[in-house]
């Protein structure tokens, strides 16, 4: 027990010596016994004096002493009690620690002096992120005065396929230790092709080699820099509006005391030349291409191309006139419309005999970097208003300019690369225009081909003043080599502004395996007045191009329709008769190909009985109502009708749901090359 008494006195005097102050024999006692002071290299902020009480008998004289000069004790003389005030000067010592010491002593015997130990640690700032342009980075700047932040610059011509310059490289280092750091690009713009969504342009990388992201990562180590390129999305990039726009790339060290460095992205995006589509026959840079003089309202012009924009500018000039600046509406950034006065066209025309060919241009303001920048131009022609003129052409069943596409190969040529009229052959049409015949509705009568009885409708038609005949020009390619040929159709029906005429098979001959949808001309002969004279209007010729007739008229609602009865006897679908499931329905089109018995003459009436010839093309014919599948039990001609008049009977699916307004559509051709119906085509079904 003696022996742990010692020992407990001896820790308990340690720990007062050691932690709270040092003491001698003397009397003398420092508190506290140690002192630790710190500093960062380069801080502006020295280390604050710490003060030490020393306590003993009021009696002794010190004396106080230190063993290095970057320690400095206030006083160094005095009597107990005395209050020290200790500062360290770090100026010039290198990181790392260092010890020294305090010495208290009296200044007479007996000497037992105390001392206080000092400790100074002197640190490396934080190793810092650095961000520098490469050499062949050109389109950086230094921050500005005021700014700690570097800006890089970017521009873009709308319709190129580049922007200025393509890519900057950033270089990022460390100024001493390892240090991991992320990048990320921000800055979102609304794009006009983007739905008005906010997409980020900006991208980055880290090897030339790899996809552009949104963000990427990397560490950079100590004698070396990490490259990082900095690209733009081009595709959001294409989808802006002339303008500037702003963004950022920001280096992000993983441990924060290593800081972050951001660089401004500017974007500047200047308006291309405006650019109209190909002049083509089958995409016209304008639609429409003629007016006719006179008109009885505004034309609306409908300009398609490329680099329309809000401040794009439409004018029109006849020869060498002033140019006239015309209200413009834009559509997209690929189409404009604009609205002419119909006083400019009006009649007599004095410059000159018909077409009067004016001039219409587009043009974009100017930028700084391109101010020749070229107009767009195209021509419109005022046609003769005592002249025909066609100014559409449509199936005589949809009333649409082409039927829907529904192939697996490819796109539909009719609407690539823009969309134009089709039609096939023994398709029966409706042709609108002015001019093209005599006021009111004229009836075409069949008339029979002699020697035989066979009736068939004339491609000539005349009210015993002037004749009516519809050409349609194609070139033969069943010859070599190919020769241009004109067929005149069998027309149905005539009048000023609409005839009705059946497709030739002949125009079949244009078809080849390197041109299987070539284009061909349809123009109006109304007495010695040729429509359309400078090229003809223009149509695409395909395999099929099916239209539903109905019973409403312009190609919508409830679609022509028998339905027959377990005898066979046929009436009209329609509200008030709907067909029952598992019957026979009877479907009536046009555009649905050539015939198997190619001798049937064009514009041929089929024998009321035995009149029924079935399809040559195409390999399926298939019938969807309600959505369901529907099994075709016959598809040919109508007996008793025009050849080109085309018969589907199929049988209503059990499926189906009952209803006044069931869909109906009609597809032909195999899965790679297909058409459909026009769609809104009912029937009644219970």
């Known amino acids: 027990m003696k022996k742990y008494g010692v020992i407990r006195k001896a820790i308990l005097a340690l720990l007062v010596t050691g932690a709270w102050s040092a003491h001698a024999q003397s009397g003398l006692s420092a508190t506290p016994g140690t002192l630790s002071?710190?500093?960062?290299?380069?801080?502006?902020?020295?280390?604050?004096?710490?003060?030490?009480?020393?306590?003993?008998?009021?009696?002794?004289?010190?004396?106080?002493?230190?063993?290095?000069?970057?320690?400095?004790?206030?006083?160094?003389?005095?009597?107990?009690?005395?209050?020290?005030?200790?500062?360290?000067?770090?100026?010039?010592?290198?990181?790392?620690?260092?010890?020294?010491?305090?010495?208290?002593?009296?200044?007479?015997?007996?000497?037992?002096?105390?001392?206080?130990?000092?400790?100074?640690?002197?640190?490396?700032?934080?190793?810092?992120?650095?961000?520098?342009?490469?050499t062949s980075t050109t389109n950086y700047s230094a921050p500005p005065p005021g700014s700690s932040s570097p800006s890089l610059l970017f521009s873009y011509t709308t319709g190129t396929g580049a922007t200025t310059p393509a890519s900057s490289e950033l270089d990022a280092s460390t100024t001493g230790d390892i240090i991991p750091f992320t990048v990320t690009a921000a800055?979102?713009?609304?794009?006009?092709?983007?739905?008005?969504?906010?997409?980020?342009?900006?991208?980055?990388?880290?090897?030339?080699?790899?996809?552009?992201?949104?963000?990427?990562?990397?560490?950079?180590?100590?004698?070396?820099?990490?490259?990082?390129?900095?690209?733009?999305?081009?595709?959001?990039?294409?989808?802006?509006?002339?303008?500037?726009?702003?963004?950022?790339?920001?280096?992000?060290?993983?441990?924060?005391?290593?800081?972050?460095?951001?660089?401004?992205?500017?974007?500047?995006?200047?308006?291309?030349?405006?650019?109209?589509?190909?002049?083509?026959?089958?995409?016209?840079?304008?639609?429409?291409?003629?007016?006719?003089?006179?008109?009885?309202?505004?034309?609306?012009?409908?300009?398609?191309?490329?680099?329309?924009?809000?401040?794009?500018?439409?004018?029109?000039?006849?020869?060498?006139?002033?140019?006239?600046?015309?209200?413009?509406?834009l559509i997209s950034r690929k189409i404009l419309q604009a609205t002419i006065k119909k006083e400019y066209f009006s009649t007599p025309i004095t410059a000159g005999p018909y077409p009067v060919t004016w001039t219409l241009a587009v043009t974009n303001p100017a930028p700084a970097n391109n101010p020749t920048q070229a107009a767009a131009t195209t021509t419109l022609d005022i046609t003769d208003p005592a002249k025909p003129t066609v100014t559409s052409v449509v199936n005589a069943a949809s009333y649409l300019t082409t039927s829907t596409w529904t192939g697996t190969i490819g796109a539909n040529p009719v609407a690539t690369p823009h969309p134009t009229s089709s039609v096939s052959a023994r398709e029966i049409v409706s042709i609108f225009g002015q001019n093209l015949g005599p006021t009111g509705v004229n009836t075409v009568t069949p008339v029979a081909t002699l020697p035989s009885t066979t009736l068939v409708y004339p491609n000539v038609w005349t009210d015993g003043v002037n004749t009516i005949q519809v050409g349609f020009t194609y070139l033969d390619a069943t010859v070599f080599p190919a020769v241009t040929r004109t067929t005149f159709a069998p027309l149905?029906?005539?009048?000023?502004?609409?005839?009705?005429?059946?497709?030739?098979?002949?125009?079949?001959?244009?078809?080849?395996?390197?041109?299987?949808?070539?284009?061909?001309?349809?123009?109006?002969?109304?007495?010695?007045?040729?429509?359309?004279?400078?090229?003809?209007?223009?149509?695409?010729?395909?395999?099929?191009?099916?239209?539903?007739?109905?019973?409403?008229?312009?190609?919508?609602?409830?679609?022509?329709?028998?339905?027959?009865?377990?005898?066979?006897?046929?009436?009209?679908?329609?509200?008030?008769?709907?067909?029952?499931?598992?019957?026979?329905?009877?479907?009536?089109?046009?555009?649905?190909?050539e015939l198997t018995d190619t001798s049937i003459l064009t514009g041929q009436i089929l024998p009321a009985i035995g009149g029924a010839i079935p399809l040559q093309l195409p390999a399926t014919c298939r019938v969807d109502i309600d959505g369901q599948p529907a099994v075709v039990t016959y598809a040919g001609t109508a007996p008793g009708a025009v050849a080109g008049l085309v018969q589907v009977n199929a049988i209503v699916p059990q499926p189906v749901r009952a209803g006044q307004a069931i869909t109906i559509t009609v597809s032909i051709g195999d899965q790679a090359v297909s058409r459909r119906t026009q769609a809104n085509v009912t029937l009644s079904v219970k």
Do not use: C
């Not at 206030?74 to 305090?102: E, F, R």
């Not at 497709?503 to 070539?518: H, I, Q, Y």
């Not at 209007?537 to 395909?542: E, G, I, M, R, Y």
């Not at 329905?585 to 649905?592: E, H, N, P, Q, S």
């Open 37 to 134: 002071f710190s500093y960062q290299v380069n801080s502006s902020t020295y280390p604050a004096a710490l003060k030490v009480a020393i306590t003993g008998p009021s009696t002794l004289t010190l004396k106080i002493s230190t063993t290095q000069d970057w320690l400095s004790i206030t006083p160094d003389t005095g009597h107990t009690p005395l209050q020290l005030s200790v500062t360290v000067n770090p100026t010039g010592i290198p990181p790392g620690s260092y010890g020294a010491s305090i010495t208290i002593d009296t200044v007479t015997a007996p000497h037992n002096p105390i001392a206080v130990a000092v400790t100074l640690s002197i640190s490396n700032p934080p190793s810092k992120i650095n961000v520098t342009p490469a």
């Open 187 to 329: 800055g979102g713009a609304k794009g006009a092709g983007a739905g008005g969504t906010s997409a980020v342009w900006l991208r980055v990388s880290d090897s030339p080699t790899h996809i552009p992201t949104l963000s990427t990562a990397a560490s950079a180590f100590p004698g070396s820099f990490v490259p990082v390129y900095i690209t733009l999305d081009l595709p959001t990039v294409a989808t802006l509006e002339p303008g500037s726009y702003a963004g950022s790339i920001t280096f992000v060290a993983q441990n924060v005391a290593n800081g972050s460095v951001t660089i401004f992205v500017s974007l500047v995006v200047s308006a291309g030349g405006p650019s109209m589509r190909t002049t083509i026959p089958a995409s016209a840079p304008i639609f429409p291409t003629t007016i006719i003089a006179g008109p009885v309202i505004d034309p609306v012009i409908t300009i398609y191309g490329d680099n329309f924009f809000s401040t794009s500018v439409v004018t029109i000039q006849l020869g060498v006139n002033p140019s006239i600046t015309v209200p413009v509406q």
């Open 492 to 593: 149905i029906m005539v009048s000023n502004n609409q005839i009705n005429a059946v497709v030739p098979t002949e125009v079949g001959t244009a078809v080849t395996v390197a041109l299987p949808n070539p284009t061909i001309t349809v123009q109006v002969i109304y007495g010695v007045a040729l429509s359309n004279p400078l090229s003809g209007f223009p149509l695409t010729l395909v395999e099929q191009d099916p239209g539903a007739f109905t019973f409403g008229g312009l190609g919508q609602g409830q679609a022509a329709v028998l339905n027959y009865d377990s005898s066979g006897a046929a009436t009209i679908n329609s509200t008030k008769n709907a067909a029952l499931r598992n019957t026979s329905i009877a479907i009536f089109l046009t555009g649905m190909g």
